[in-house]
């Protein structure tokens, strides 16, 4: 599984990177991006917790 955040939409709330810092980390324009380019199978769970945590629906499987 691969996770991409769309920056247009992200409004760097964080819910991500608290839920699955494994994945996701902020970039340099202080907005959450994908770490990784293919999610663990040790964290898909929390993956996609994240996904569904969006508040603006920006990550969304590639």
């Known amino acids: 599984m ?23 980390d902020w970039n340099e324009d202080d907005k959450a991006h994908s770490i990784v380019d293919e999610v663990p199978v040790a964290v898909e769970d ?5 996904l569904e945590s969006c508040p603006t629906d920006a990550i969304s499987e590639d």
Do not use: H, W, Y
């Open 46 to 50: 929390q993956a996609n917790e994240a």
């Open 2 to 24: 691969r996770l991409i955040v769309d920056q247009e939409l992200c409004i760097s709330c964080g819910a991500c990177i608290d839920v699955c810092p494994e994945v996701f």
